[in-house]
């Protein structure tokens, strides 16, 4: 079945250790991609990647790495979270046809940082 | 890519269309229309784009008017099960996606 895996789920954690939510697809797609999403602001891109080793910040990069080694992985990384990065975050895939791609979602990570 | 504007809320009955407009008035010659929803807090699901002319699949129908200024998205027999968010996205191949907060359809029984 094509689809796009997160782990894990759901994390709480403290603030300033270190995270990883990793993120797969099976579609062998090119471009993958990090939103977070919170209440009244709609879905906001974090990072995203054209391909293996290309990688390139969205709107709201602070406080976030990525990482793209091989093409069906792409680990968000948090250095040190924060409070303020309590959120829902998602990860998509897409295959890179010029202009008429679609987005493939997984189902979400819910993070709280206390 | 384009800035667009959609209500923030809208209401439908079940078995009736739902028409969802959105405005995309800056929009430009390659620039297509993308389609999502988001169904209470998974993860977004692709509906529908085009770019000029009028679209239809299994999910929904895409009508874009003649200068490209603005689109009606049409589920034809609105269900309960359409009861999500849905977002309207102009893009052109950039690989910034741009989402916005969406309308928010309820369809009621």
């Known amino acids: 079945e094509a689809q796009v895996t997160q782990n894990p789920r759901y994390l709480i954690t403290v603030t300033g250790k270190k995270l990883t939510v990793t993120c797969s697809q099976n579609?062998?797609?090119?471009?993958m991609s990090w939103y977070r999403q919170d209440p009244g602001l709609g879905l906001r891109q974090i990072y995203y990647?054209?391909?293996?080793?290309?990688?390139d910040k969205g709107d709201v990069p602070e406080g976030y790495k990525v990482s793209r080694k091989e093409k069906r992985n792409f680990p968000l990384i948090l250095e040190s979270p924060s409070p303020n990065q309590t959120s829902l975050y998602f990860c998509?895939?897409?295959?890179?046809?010029?202009?008429?791609?679609?987005?493939?979602f997984g189902p979400g990570t819910r993070l709280l940082v206390l | 890519d384009a800035k667009t504007t959609q209500p923030t809320s809208m209401d439908c009955a079940e078995g009736r269309a739902a028409n969802l407009p959105c405005n995309h008035s800056?929009?430009?010659?390659?620039?297509?229309v993308y389609w999502y929803r988001q169904i209470h807090s998974q993860g977004p699901q692709y509906i529908i784009h085009?770019?000029?002319n009028n679209e239809t699949n299994e999910m929904a129908s895409l009508i874009i008017t003649e200068d490209r200024k603005s689109s009606t998205l049409i589920l034809p027999h609105a269900t309960l099960r359409d009861t999500a968010v849905y977002y309207c996205?102009?893009?052109?191949?950039?690989?910034?996606?741009?989402f916005g907060t969406g309308t928010r359809l309820k369809v009621l029984a």
């Open positions: 998509a895939s897409s295959i890179t046809l010029g202009t008429g791609e679609t987005q493939y």
């Open positions: 579609m062998n797609h090119e471009y």
């Open positions: 990647s054209m391909n293996v080793e290309v990688t």
């Open positions: 800056t929009i430009s010659g390659n620039e297509y």
């Open positions: 085009g770019l000029k």
């Open positions: 996205i102009v893009r052109a191949g950039t690989y910034k996606y741009i």
